[in-house]
């Protein structure tokens, strides 16, 4: 690839990662979208140089000054928003500057507004997408800023005449007029690539490191808010047509228990309803209370527990219109970086509105087991609190009634009752997303029972309340979501709008409100294994990074700090540990050689001996200096075995000495090779210029690692063999 190629190639990279970043966070339209990629695939093809020179000037400007009513416009009636229209007039400009591109002012001038475009990504949203084009912008501005550096600086030397060009047509390759025929592309991309690597790895120890504070801009979704296909706080019965059911990512649930010892029928609880007039379901009772956070750090729903298994259930929800906190049946706390929590008389949870975030929070459940005691009690006495909203009737077909007479008759007890009526409703009626009837139908829920006989969740759910009502069962029906599909890769529970759901809660007196799902399961959604693994693949991906990345803080900080003082503690102790034995096991064996009576009587001698020994060697060293620079460069060698330089270094010092002893010295100017050379038909000529080939071989040749010490000292017995005889 020629220097041209590539520095247009990087440049648009780091152009188009700016524009990525931008478009990944939804808030564009496709009218922006469109209008930036054409200019970004126009000006690949064009020649953009020329089409500058024709433009003149004023038309330019003209061009860039046209669009300030529009941007009043837009700040004014279409977008209002100042940062979308700021945008828009960005992308504008970039899209000028894109077709006319001639100068290194154009190419700087865009580099700066996908910085721009970078930074306004970032207070828009930081998901995985942002993270992938802040890599992309980090690797290409590496090699970009250098490219144009070279560029630019050519460029100057060229004006003045006293360089040729890097790279020449290809016509004139190898005429000794270029400074390199080819541009080496892969070694600058290679070097851009490990310059941004370190980049990377010196920045994640300050991520961790520098103090932390909540920013929930940084939360934003990846996005618009989302509205719920499925739930909401208002149900409503006897709509015409198709619900158009969505797979848009609604949150993700990581569990402490594994998926097989989990409840078949887990559900994320939502919100309970209680008032139906006829065609919609409300609450009859808006009114909230605040739950207290405790000292521990939860905000403490119930005032008691059972002494059965408890669930720690880690939500990660995206930006929803809603309020409701999602977790398993019988909340007992919820973590306190939720912000708030608020607790109605249904004992649905509620939090502050995160429609412009995603939020994480913790939830501590007691999720209730079949009691078998429910088989033979009830009925049991109603209090006022339950018996009046929850067994409220409106004018409605008397036939409901009686259909829910028939089906129980002779069922004793209100937990047999309630099964026979979600029996007989999973066994007689269809589920569909196609909705049937009249849509001024007098009585929805009778149509459905009746005539249609097929229907979505929220009329199986509907019909089964209103059925208990009639029988004198408090009940009250449930909107949340179903578990959805567990993720391997990521261990969580990853749930879609398709996953939203009604059921029934039906009130059993002192065993309190028990779950009851009369709809029949609907056959799941069928896709090829591939693209099921690569869908949990991505969505493992997107939950390490939002919870190990935007979801540190200083609470996650404050942990990890705590993790690794306890870490140092524990290698602290296990140090000192190890330091008392090896002190007890000197002193035992200190004592025991002192009751043995040997230091007494073999100790001063031993001593003795090891000073005169010693003293000999020192003698004999000092004495034999060739012997002493053979011992240390021995020494050398067997401490720094792994390096091959140091060893072929430490072989040829040697040699060099044993011929300077003979007077055979090598000149400051020569190389080794010519040094080998010079010593001519000499006995030790062979030897030496074998050893001299092994040293440069070790140096700047292929490893050797094994065979190197041996063939040295074996050159090495030559080459004082051959100076022997040479005596």
Known sequence: MSFSRYFKFSSYCLIGSGFVAIAATGTLDLFSLILISSALIASWFLDTGQLYRRLEGWALNAMALIYLPFYLIDYKLLSRSFMISTIHTVFYVAALKLLTLAKDRDYAILYIISFAELLAAST???????ALSLTLFLFSAVSTLVLFEMRRSNAKAMEKGRLQPPVIPRDMEGSGL?????????????????????????????FFL???????????????????????????????????????????????????????????????????????????????????????????????SHSRPRLSETFFLEALATDVIFASRRVL????????????????????????????????????????ALLDSGPWPIPDAVGKPYLQLPPEDPRIGQLAREITRGVEGPY?????????????????????????????????????????????????????????????????????????????????????????????????????????????????????????????????????????????????????????????????????????????????????????TQGPLFLVAAALLLVAVRVVLSRQPGLRKRLSRTLRRLISRPKESSIAASFYEEALDLLRSRGLRRARGQTPLEFAHSLGDLRAAEPFKALTSLYYQARFGPAMIGELSSKGEGLLRSLRSALHQQK
């Open 333 to 372: 706390a919820v973590s306190r970086d939720i912000g708030l929590v608020q607790r109605d008389s249904s004992e649905s949870l509620y939090t502050l509105k995160h429609a412009q975030r995603k939020i994480r929070y913790v939830a501590v459940c007691e999720p209730p087991e079949p009691e078998a």
């Open 416 to 600: 047999r009752k309630a099964r026979a009526l979600e029996s007989y409703l999973r066994a007689n009626y269809a589920y569909s997303l196609e909705l049937r009837g009249s849509p001024r139908e007098k009585d929805p829920l009778a149509a459905f029972l009746f005539d249609i006989r097929s229907g979505h969740c929220e009329y199986f759910a509907s019909a089964m309340t209103i059925m208990l009502r009639e029988l004198g069962i408090p009940a009250r029906l449930v909107n949340g979501f179903r578990r959805g599909e567990y993720n391997r890769i990521g261990n969580d529970w990853a749930v879609r709008q398709y996953d939203a759901h009604s059921w029934v809660e039906a009130y059993m007196g002192a065993f309190g409100w028990y779950e009851f799902d009369p709809t029949p399961p609907d056959p799941r959604r069928l896709r090829p294994a591939f693209a099921r693994m690569l869908e949990k693949l991505m969505d493992a991906i997107d939950l390490w990074w939002w919870e190990e990345v935007v979801s540190y803080d200083f609470y996650s900080q404050s942990e990890l700090v705590g993790r690794l003082r306890a870490r140092l503690s524990e290698y602290q102790y296990r140090l000192k540990m190890v330091l008392a034995a090896a002190y007890l096991e000197g002193r035992s064996g200190v004592e025991r050689i002192q009751t043995s009576g040997w230091v007494r």
């Open 210 to 304: 520098l103090p932390r504070r909540a920013m929930s801009i940084l939360r934003r979704p990846l996005g618009q808010t989302q509205f719920i296909s499925g739930f909401s706080e208002r149900v409503e019965l006897g709509e015409i047509g198709n619900i158009k059911e969505s797979d848009a990512l609604v949150m993700r649930v990581r569990v402490s228990e594994p998926p097989e010892r989990l409840p078949d029928d887990l559900k994320w609880r939502g919100i309970a309803l209680d008032h139906y007039d006829g065609r919609a379901w409300s609450k009859s009772d808006p009114r909230r209370r605040a739950v207290i956070l405790q000292e521990a750090g939860f905000y403490k729903v119930e005032e008691y």
């Open 124 to 130: 828009l949203s930081i998901d995985l997408t942002f």
């Open 178 to 206: 270029e400074l390199f025929s080819r541009f080496p592309a892969g070694k600058v991309a290679v070097l851009s690539l490990m310059t941004t690597l370190m980049i990377v790895l010196m920045a994640i120890p300050l």
